[in-house]
């Protein structure tokens, strides 16, 4: 899996891919090329699952951004429930414990102060739920099937998805190394979003094969019939 991600950004006419998504991610900063890029990531994982062995180009700029208009709202919608519902446990038991005083009030409150490092572990389930609802709706080409979890589940819970996590967390360090050489130069520093383009269409790619082959595993599974005897 890692290897095929690896050497997925480079298949095919990949010089002009990498320019034109180097430039996106140069500019990402704007809120139209950010969007334009989370719509390329969703075209890949829309390929990967489609069983298609080379990456997707830029065309159709209108249902990019549709696409990936939708990607950010499913990425929204993940991220912000959860941290709403986390941040009012964390202060609701903070004011409580300060509102009460004494020994009583100040456990809770310590309980509220503690709860705050639980922002780690929320944040490693959104990154790796996130990919999941991203590809489902790439397959199904609807925003619900990014938050059905009777699909996503047994993704979620497979060991190719597992790997797909954090296969990505490896390439972000090795990424993050890179980068740090590169900046020390101006012609270097340039070629940082070119870097972070191309890991990104291998992240999403390896969390798009882990999709296919966890539903395919699933599928197989599903319809098969027991011997009888």
């Not at 986390?86 to 102060?113: E, H, K, P, R, T």
């Not at 383009?197 to 790619?205: D, E, G, M, P, S």
């Not at 999709?211 to 599903?222: E, L, M, N, P, V």
Request: net charge negative; aromatic share 12%.
């Amino acid at each position: 899996m890692l290897e095929d991600g690896l050497s997925y950004p480079v298949r095919g006419d990949w010089v002009g891919r990498i320019l034109i998504g180097g430039g996106l991610a140069f500019l990402s900063a704007l809120l139209f090329p950010a969007i334009l890029l989370t719509g390329y990531w969703i075209r890949v994982l829309e390929k990967t699952v489609a069983g298609d062995e080379n990456p997707p180009e830029f065309t159709e700029w209108g249902d990019l951004f549709v696409k990936g208009l939708a990607g950010t709202v499913i990425g929204l919608a993940y991220a912000i429930v959860p941290t709403i519902i986390y941040s009012v446990v964390v202060f609701g038991l903070i004011g409580v414990g300060l509102g009460l005083g004494g020994d009583g009030g100040g456990l809770i409150a310590g309980i509220g102060f503690m709860t705050v490092f639980a922002s780690i572990p929320l944040l490693l389930i959104i990154y790796y739920i996130v990919p999941a609802g991203l590809t489902n709706y790439a397959r199904e080409g609807s925003i619900s099937a990014a938050f059905d979890m009777s699909a996503i589940k047994p993704v979620l819970l497979s060991t190719d998805y597992l790997l797909a996590a954090l296969f990505p967390m490896a390439v972000a360090f090795v990424l993050m190394i890179v980068n740090s050489a590169l900046i020390f130069t101006v012609v270097g520093a340039l070629l940082v979003p070119f870097v972070g383009f191309y890991a990104n269409v291998a992240i999403f790619r390896m969390f798009g094969h882990a999709f296919a082959t966890a539903t395919t595993t699933g599928t197989s599974r599903s319809t098969s019939t027991p011997t009888s005897f």
